[in-house]
């Protein structure tokens, strides 16, 4: 089979089995055997570049370089929808319809509302051209290598079916409860801020400057309105039940219903059963479904009046204040947590919640015995949101004042200038501190230690086994095995999954070192451009800066942990086990310095590479890529139809033109 067959014949069968898993919840295949085609396609695809294929299955992965969004304006406006909030306005709205219509007889689609974000997406020839978010309506940012890593989103349409060659499709990005709690997860141990709901951390993901993290955050997305000339359909749940035949994933609580009765059963059942749904919903969407009716009913100036939502009134419960205690996490930072009365609040019964920090329980004037109104509303993680003060009845408990010393260890608090919170400045034994660093260094994503969870951590610390992380590599087996509960056979999994981490490549070893605001993907450029634990030791604030993606930060705070003689005895002992500080071989040889420290523009259309190709390259041999021509521009690659604005601001500072040849045998 010639090579092109083989790449036409895998990627048909990736975005098949793709479909089949992200979009009907029925894979054919396991998980290795697509990661065995997907590799076979990556590899093809590295080895003949001549057919590259922007909505090829191995896009979905995304890309670490950053890049900046385009505004785009909408080809056809992105109204929302008015709301209401109960069932008087639903009726209403039915009266105002059916009067529209002249009494004529209609019916009505009612819809989960999601609560995500609006993305539209335009499809030329069944292929996935752009995707651009809301905006203001009017314009919106070009989001489509982002959108690209969604996997339930078709990047090409299967042939033959009645699509019209250009389309809009419009729906809701959304992150679902699982990953959403598994991102806070992960979050809490890296001690980053929370997302406060599926809502923000959908956005934020969306909306990322780098598309490899987007990757990752396993986001989804519902369509839910098709709009373009020549749609099949004469009503608007004809034609969304013909986008779920092109493979789009519409929702399966669609129904098409004929009377106000109806519409507020619909209401009733779903306001209870959305709770047992995988993603954030907050209302109900109610539509004229004939095309016909809807365009002779029009729109306003700002929503359509064939169209309306219904919102769920947010779950708030009101409970008493008993006691306030304070945390400690990794890098120190305190959480205030409310002990509360237990109560029953979306279906879990909710004890705890966070007061986030001294300000925001200044500002609420708490006092133990307080009646406080707790919600969950979109949000996992339960917060007070105001004390009820008519509950008051003269005899006020005591203040909720802050403390002003370390729960754990009795070291006086700090509070930086500029941030909310207090820290514990004893990072070298207090012990909540020592032990999330360790759990930190053993994490999936870190050093992936999974022998060892946070209990055996507890255990271990409790007993004086371990201190820090590096202790972990001294461990022997009489002081582990025949320890309460553990067999032999768990010992050697232990040592054995201990040892094997020092094989775990340097950029995860340099996550695991706990470097505050270093991240994985900071890590990773980080790793790729000092390529060794000596080099990033030695580095200056200005070379860290350098770096794509480090800002001012990060770098400082690299700059300060490397001066702390503790953090340099660490990580020699580290080194002395074996663990990797620097790059391997294999991942060295395929990098250089050549364009260290040029900062280089890209322009106009090229040749032998795409744009992103010619991105990674740089970033390969050191250089970084930049956005815009400054004073501080290394040069320009150039391609064919450079823009004249840019040609002329680079003939004006002087700034070289580099050719895509003169470019390639620079890094030859
Ligand atoms: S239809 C002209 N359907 O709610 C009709 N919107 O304020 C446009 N949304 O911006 C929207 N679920 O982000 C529609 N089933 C659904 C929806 C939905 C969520 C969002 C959407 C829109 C906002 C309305």
């Known amino acids: 089979m010639d090579v092109k067959a083989q790449i036409d014949r895998l990627r048909a069968e990736l975005h098949r089995h793709n479909y089949l898993y992200y979009v009907q919840n029925q894979p054919k295949i396991g998980d290795q055997e697509f990661d065995v ?6 590899d093809l695809e590295r080895e003949h570049p001549e057919f590259y294929d922007p909505n090829s299955p191995t896009q979905r992965v995304g890309s670490d370089l950053n890049h900046e969004f385009q505004q785009v304006v909408h080809k056809r406006l ?12 639903v009726r209403e709205f039915y009266e105002r319809v059916s009067e529209g219509l002249s009494g004529q007889e209609f019916q009505i689609c009612c819809e989960m509302k999601f609560d995500g974000l609006s993305i539209s997406l335009h499809y030329e020839h069944g292929r996935l051209v752009r995707a651009v978010t809301r905006g ?9 290598e982002n959108v690209k890593t969604i996997r339930s989103i ?3 349409l299967p042939e033959g079916l009645d699509y019209p060659e250009e389309f809009e499709i419009r729906g809701e990005v959304l992150m679902p409860w699982e990953s959403f709690e598994a991102l806070n997860r992960e979050r809490e141990l890296a001690e980053e801020p929370l997302f406060a709901n599926p809502r923000n951390a959908a956005s934020g993901t969306l909306k990322s400057k780098n598309s490899a993290v987007v990757a990752q955050r396993k986001l989804d997305a519902y369509l839910y309105y098709l709009l373009g000339e020549g749609i099949p359909g004469e009503s608007h749940y004809d034609n969304l039940q013909k986008a779920r035949e092109w493979g789009f994933k519409i929702s399966p609580q669609m129904r098409l219903v004929s009377t106000l009765q109806e519409i507020y059963d619909y209401i009733d059942y779903w306001d209870q059963e959305r709770k047992n749904l995988p993603v954030a919903t907050d209302g109900i969407v109610l539509k004229v479904n004939s095309l016909a009716q809807q365009r002779s009913l029009g729109m306003t100036a700002k929503s359509p009046r064939w169209a309306i939502a219904y919102k769920f009134t947010a779950e708030r419960q009101s409970t008493i204040l008993r006691e306030v205690t304070f945390q400690v996490g990794r890098t120190g930072a305190i959480t205030p947590v409310a002990n509360m009365d237990p109560v029953q609040l979306s279906g879990t019964v909710v004890r705890r919640a966070t007061l986030n920090n001294e300000d925001f329980i200044r ?26 003060l008519d509950a008051r009845d003269g005899q006020l408990g005591p203040r909720v004042e802050f403390i002003t010393h370390c729960p754990e260890c009795g070291t006086p608090l700090v509070r930086y200038e500029g941030e909310a919170a207090h820290y514990c400045p004893n990072d070298a034994s207090c012990p909540p501190q020592l032990k999330g660093r360790i759990e930190h260094f053993i994490s999936r994503k870190a050093m992936n230690i999974d022998s060892l969870g946070p209990e055996t951590i507890a255990e271990y610390f409790r007993r004086g086994i371990v201190r820090d992380p590096a202790d972990l590599y001294e461990i022997r087996r009489d002081q582990i095995s025949g320890a309460r509960g553990q067999k032999d056979k768990s010992a050697s999994k232990i040592l054995m999954g201990i040892q094997e981490s020092t094989q775990v490549p340097f950029e995860r070893v340099l996550y695991a070192l706990g470097i505050r605001f270093v991240g994985e993907i900071a890590a990773k450029s980080l790793a790729r451009n000092f390529k060794s634990i000596d080099a990033l030791a030695q580095a200056t604030k200005e070379q860290l800066l350098q770096v794509n993606g480090i800002g001012e930060v990060i770098a400082q705070s690299v700059v300060t942990w490397f001066q702390n003689p503790q953090n340099q005895w660490f990580v020699e002992r580290l080194r002395s086990y074996g663990l990797q500080m620097e790059l391997s071989e294999e991942e060295l040889s395929e990098h250089t310095d050549r364009l260290a420290g040029q900062s280089i523009v890209i322009s106009g259309v090229f040749a032998h590479h ?8 740089i970033e390969k041999h050191g250089g970084k890529n930049v956005g815009s021509i400054s ?20 003939q004006k ?16």
């Open 136 to 144: 203001d309506g009017v314009q919106g940012d070009d989001v489509t």
């Open 78 to 89: 992105m109204l929302s929808l008015s709301n209401t909030y109960n069932k008087e306005e």
């Open 154 to 156: 078709p990047l090409i």
């Open 631 to 650: 004073g501080k521009t290394s040069f320009i690659l150039a391609g064919e139809n450079m823009g004249p604005s840019k040609l002329e601001k680079a």
């Open 653 to 668: 500072l002087g700034i070289r033109i580099v050719g895509e040849d003169e470019f390639l045998s620079m890094i030859e």
């Open 363 to 388: 500002n609420l004037d708490l006092h133990l015995g307080d009646h406080v109104f707790v919600e969950k509303g979109g949000e996992i993680i339960p917060k007070i949101v105001d004390v009820d």
């Open 37 to 42: 085609m997907m590799r076979q396609l990556q």
């Open 610 to 617: 795409s744009r992103d190709e010619y991105k990674a390259l």
